[in-house]
């Protein structure tokens, strides 16, 4: 499967931004999806994930209560939603898709898609 992130752009603090993965060459149903961000200088870091139903997500404590991922299975699309930015959430964003499981480490992730950059002012 190809994943192709999009939506990024310049944003002040406080201000919102959607950021969206299409998925190709195969159905997202039955895939684990994710989303991770690199900021520079900085490692890959873990930002939330969705069960392949989208019946559950899980986030990293820096954007929970900010962020809401979320997927249409049927438009092998899935989402970002980022309210509240803060300068530090600053980075290159990326989705990933897994068969079975996808860790906060993103180790063995089975597909990862191009980034797009996500800049917030303060």
């Known amino acids: 499967v190809q994943l192709q992130a999009s939506g990024g752009g310049l944003r002040q603090a406080g201000e919102s931004l959607r950021l969206s993965c299409a998925a190709s060459?195969?159905?997202?149903?039955?895939?684990?999806m994710a989303w991770f961000r690199q900021a520079p200088g900085k490692e890959r870091e873990f930002v939330a994930r969705t069960s392949w139903r989208g019946s559950s997500a899980y986030y990293a404590d820096s954007v929970k209560g900010r962020f809401t991922i979320s997927r249409v299975n049927a438009e092998n699309m899935v989402y970002l939603q980022m309210n509240s930015l803060k300068p530090e959430d600053t980075a290159v964003y990326y989705c990933?898709?897994?068969?079975?499981?996808?860790?906060?480490?993103?180790?063995?992730?089975?597909?990862w898609g191009k980034g797009t950059q996500v800049t917030v002012s303060s």
């Open positions: 060459g195969r159905t997202l149903t039955r895939l684990v």
């Open positions: 990933a898709a897994d068969k079975v499981v996808i860790s906060t480490e993103g180790h063995g992730v089975d597909y």
